[in-house]
């Protein structure tokens, strides 16, 4: 019989989450340690003066990853919460009554598109169909295949004859086809904010139009929070342990294993660790010469975004918006730029606009409205509060504009996070939102290990290892580290 291993994991975002649950199954004592006084990690939520806020995700895209998660536990999604999908799935505001309404099916897409420029909808068809193909290669098959250990995990009869999409980009691919600067950045969106520049993300990655146009975007019935609730509620039904305000201060290693882990000054022995908090900040847990990568590795390393975040109560309903909306009547490019290459703080930005009490009205005061702005930026730029408030400024004149409304004084509630938030909140590597970016040379074994190479019984999970960023992966990344350990 297989002896109990005294699990413990550092963080509770998705990737913990699932692990968790993975390793627990198997009939080990898991302990999962929060530094915070709330589970989730990023995905987080807050409630304040009647407002429900979530923290972080917003976007539920690719349905099949969170099925299939609670199927492996004998579970549906529909047994701990309801899901809609929406309809339009966003809005895409390019200026005053110049707007974009995404349908919930890729036919109404087409249509929307032919409308905006003739051929394209027949175009965007047939990229779809390639979109779809790379979807059900590389996040139905390869993703649950990628631990990172070999490059040969990558190679496969399948993915040679797609050699084609990892050497070319999806900005080059969508700019032969589409003409139109609207349908151009609608295509580009999902990977600036999940990573990189569509000059600089393999075309490979074209599945996260799949993801967007071919399966929609779907709302669960209390906010993002209740996949958060979910996964714990099904953790403890499998014994996992959920500590919160639980700060590491320290990995302990003897003879190149982690022996205990030093939380709030009290020691605490474990057979296995695995953290799912910034893999950076980890390392620095431990002593110099445990650590596998130094300081000029992450400074080489390409970071996906940042955010500034706002979260605001509005005493009135607001109209001419949807629950998703993305502002871009700006030059695209340039702000991508101010992210990557040039970082500073963005001149003109693009940025997204959510409203949940458009689809849930408990989020918000019987007759308000709950509004959560994003504002991508660089990594470790100066976060001030006169920026803050700066740009804030900014994004009610353009909702004032884009909504025929008076909006200023119409604020009751309001909270801003950034980049000193995801530093002090998260322990996050130069504040960052999302982890690595997706870029080639980030990609599967190129990413930082999911085992450490020489710590033995460390391991790594979520947005910084394999699979990469975003909320469906995390989940995946947990899975991964579990097998990998179920395995040994």
Known sequence: MKKKKNIFIIGSGFSSLSAACYLAKEGNNVTVFEKNNSLGGRARQFKEDGFTFDMGPSWYWMPGVF???????????????????????????????????????????????????????????????????????????????????????????????????????????????????????????????????ASNTPSFYNFMNFADFGLGTFQSENGFYDLVEAMVELGKSLGVKYLTNQSVNKIIVQNKKVEKLLVNEKEFICDILISGADYNHTESLLEEKHRQYKPNYWKRKVFAPSSLLFYVGFNKKLKNVKHHNLIFDTDFEMHASEIYENPIWPTDPLFYANFTSKTNPKTAPNGYENGFFLIPIAINLSDTDEIRKKYFDFIIRKMELYTGQKLKNSIVYKKSFCVNDFKKEYNSYGGNAYGLANTLMQTAFLRPKIKSKLVKNLYFCGQLTVPGPGVPPAVVSGELVAGLINKN
């Open 67 to 197: 099925e299939k998660f609670f199927s492996d536990f004998g579970k549906k999604v529909s047994d701990y919460y309801k899901l809609k999908k929406l309809n339009p799935a966003y809005r895409v505001i390019f200026g005053k009554n110049s707007f974009v309404d995404i349908a919930d099916n890729p036919e109404k897409i087409c249509e929307e598109f032919e409308k905006i420029e003739l051929g394209s909808g027949k175009k965007l068809k047939n990229y779809l169909k390639i979109a779809e193909e790379n979807y059900k290669l590389g996040v139905e098959d390869m993703l649950y295949k990628m631990p990172g250990k070999s490059p040969f995990e990558l190679v496969s009869l399948k993915t040679i004859k797609k050699i084609g999409f990892f050497l070319s980009n999806i900005k080059k691919d969508v700019r032969k086809d589409f003409k139109d600067p609207r349908l151009r950045s609608i295509l580009e969106f999902p990977v600036l904010f999940l990573g990189a520049k």
